[in-house]
């Protein structure tokens, strides 16, 4: 039984996906699109970045297969065409300048992929931009979770092989990055632990403050002969103090840099949700 053509929608209503978080993160795009005369956006859900983009654009078209995301769209009073989104590239008789796919492309196989890129490129004009957003395989959340929770996710797509597809495609790449506003970090139990304190080297300073007082020049031969075993005793101890304490001074260091490294480390596993691709068709 295949699903229904709204499954979006009622995946999107499922989840509780918030159109304020999705207008914040897709406002990074705008400068991309900004001054364009036509910009399309194949699979435009429920048209956040649409809504945002119109105060920049001349004209935004909306192009979604779900009926029902397309009804969201035309409430905000822009266009939105109901249809299979190569179907629409085969079909469409406008010519955007700017042409916008925010995770669409991981719905599609590779070839699938491949040929709506050709597609766009033909329709696209020369100086066109293209600007394509996907889930981030690099994020660890999205590879082990929320890439497989959607149910017409198909395949990641890493920048490398989106680069590659634009290229070959016939766009030249003018960016490829991750969405810097989208960074959830890395969760709160697996933060590094703060930094500690200046060192407290007190026992040491007073130790060698006390062999510095003892005044050993008093001729009281017994209690001299005690001065003196003292003395020799609070060296020694100072001394272990001093090795003791250097041992830990480099004991520290070494473990603030560990936890640096793995605080590094674990914020590279966690980093932006999306990553995203700016092309630009060759002349």
Not at 139 to 154: E, K, M, Q, Y
Not at 217 to 229: C, N
């Amino acid at each position: 039984m295949p699903l229904p053509e709204e499954v979006e929608s009622r995946y999107y209503a499922a989840r509780g996906f918030d159109p304020d978080h999705a207008r914040r993160v897709r406002s990074h795009y705008l400068p991309f699109v900004a001054g364009r005369h036509l910009l399309v956006e194949l699979g435009a859900g429920r048209g956040e970045f649409l809504e945002l983009a119109r105060e920049e654009v001349e004209r935004v078209v909306a192009v979604d297969v779900d009926p029902a995301m397309c009804e969201q769209v035309r409430a905000l009073g822009i266009d939105a065409v109901q249809s299979d989104v190569r179907a629409f590239l085969t079909d469409t008789d406008l010519r955007p300048d700017a042409v916008f796919l925010a995770h669409l492309i991981e719905h599609l196989a590779v070839d699938e992929a491949f040929e709506v890129l050709e597609r766009i490129a033909a329709i696209v004009p020369a100086g066109g931009r293209v600007v394509i957003v996907t889930p981030n395989p690099a994020c660890l959340a999205v590879l082990t979770n929320d890439f497989w929770s959607d149910p017409t996710h198909v395949r990641l797509y890493t920048l490398d092989l989106l680069s590659f597809l634009l290229d070959q495609g016939g766009f030249d790449v003018v960016e490829a990055a991750g969405n810097p506003v989208d960074v959830p970090g890395t969760p709160p139990d697996m933060h590094p632990p703060a930094p500690l304190g200046a060192w407290d080297t007190t026992t040491v300073e007073v130790a060698e403050r006390a062999m510095i007082e003892i005044d050993d020049g008093y001729r009281v031969d017994t209690l001299l002969d005690e001065v003196s075993r003292l003395r020799r005793a609070t060296e020694a101890l100072a001394a272990a103090l001093a090795r003791t304490t250097t041992q830990l001074v480099e004991l520290r260091a070494h473990a603030e840099a560990t936890s640096r490294k793995l605080g590094s480390g674990f914020g590279s596993l966690y980093g932006p949700n999306e990553i995203y691709v700016v092309g630009e068709r060759r002349r």
